[in-house]
């Protein structure tokens, strides 16, 4: 049969289709089972969150960069802040060595020759925490010593939204550090003095603040406490302040002023009357702000209080 031009050119036309088309479906297929594996490598592909980028656990820090104040903040839920510090304090003109410098509390460096504490703060729940500290003498002036602790629960009142003003609120137990110095005089009174040298329990509450002005910190902290013993006031009061400035990140120097047994000021002084004292302060925070150190001297401001007291205190967070 014969085929006309019209009809050689239409199969041929066909032809060539067909084989165009199988091509391209044969040359499709690769692509299509690539295609899967491209999408999964992209960089542009969303993160998953169980990659590690999302589980990186964050580095506990601390900042404790008073000397004397409280800092106004809690550690972390499971967070542990180990606490230590020593100090030495010159009894100086003090006239009454059974009165309230010779008691080792939290803040109350005044424990005559050598002292040490060494204790914990440990987040247990968002802004609670509780601590403990045991107090001892190391030896200097004292003739009989009667190891203290302080036990707190402490709660910070300021909302997490409040980055640069920190309020807090903590109360506890405390066990008096008491020693009697040897004062001089007759061994008989000496002896009669260190015979009365004991140590009381009692009960504390204490608010503090603090705010933060650029590099400027100011703070302040305020405690009462009533110790269950004979002769004592109903409410010791102790109050402190104090400014620091930011140098560097890791670098702050400051002030800081005491003041102890205030209710005295214009009382019987059952204890020997108030006392002050005021000295320099530097902060340093170290190791990605896990480690602080902060020391300084101080000098007393009034009758009975010690003339020199130096103090150095640390805090790690775990």
């Not at 839920?77 to 606490?83: D, E």
């Not at 003095?193 to 009692?202: F, R, T, Y």
């Not at 620091?244 to 990140?249: A, E, I, K, N, Q």
């Amino acid at each position: 049969m014969a085929f006309t031009r019209a009809e050689w050119t239409a199969a041929v036309t066909t032809a060539c289709l067909s084989v165009t088309a199988a091509t391209g479906a044969r040359a499709d297929e690769p692509e299509s089972h690539e295609a899967p594996a491209q999408a999964v490598a992209s960089p542009s592909a969303p993160a998953s969150p169980d990659m590690p980028d999302t589980e990186r656990p964050t580095r506990p820090t601390v900042d404790r960069s008073w000397l004397y104040l409280d800092d106004a903040r809690v550690a972390e839920p499971g967070t542990i802040v180990g606490l230590t510090s020593v100090g030495y304090a010159n009894t100086g003109s003090n006239q009454d060595p059974t009165s309230a410098p010779y008691r080792g509390f939290a803040a109350n460096t005044a424990q005559p020759g050598g002292f040490a504490s060494l204790g914990a703060e440990v987040g247990v729940l968002p802004r609670v925490s509780l601590e403990a500290l045991g107090q001892m003498q190391l030896g200097g002036e004292g003739a009989s010593v009667t190891p203290g602790a302080i036990i707190a629960a402490r709660l910070e009142l300021s909302p997490p939204s409040w980055a640069d003003v920190h309020l807090l609120a903590s109360a506890g137990y405390l066990r008096e550090t008491w020693s009697a110095p040897t004062m001089g005089g007759a061994e008989g009174a000496r002896l009669a003095l260190a015979s009365k040298a004991s140590g009381a329990d009692g009960a504390w509450a204490s608010f503090a603040a603090s705010v933060d002005l650029r590099r400027v910190r100011l703070g302040v902290t305020t405690l009462g406490e009533h110790v269950f013993a004979t002769g004592r006031d109903p409410v010791d009061v102790m109050v402190q302040a104090g400014a620091s400035y930011r140098v560097t990140s890791w670098f702050r120097a400051g002030v800081e002023w005491v003041g102890q047994d205030l209710e005295e000021t214009l009382d019987d002084e059952a204890e020997g009357g108030a006392r002050h004292f005021v000295g320099p302060t530097a902060a340093f925070q170290l190791l990605q702000e896990r480690l602080t150190i902060v020391a300084g001297p101080s000098v007393g401001l009034s009758t009975g209080s010690p003339r020199i007291i130096g103090r150095l205190a640390l805090a790690f967070a775990f």
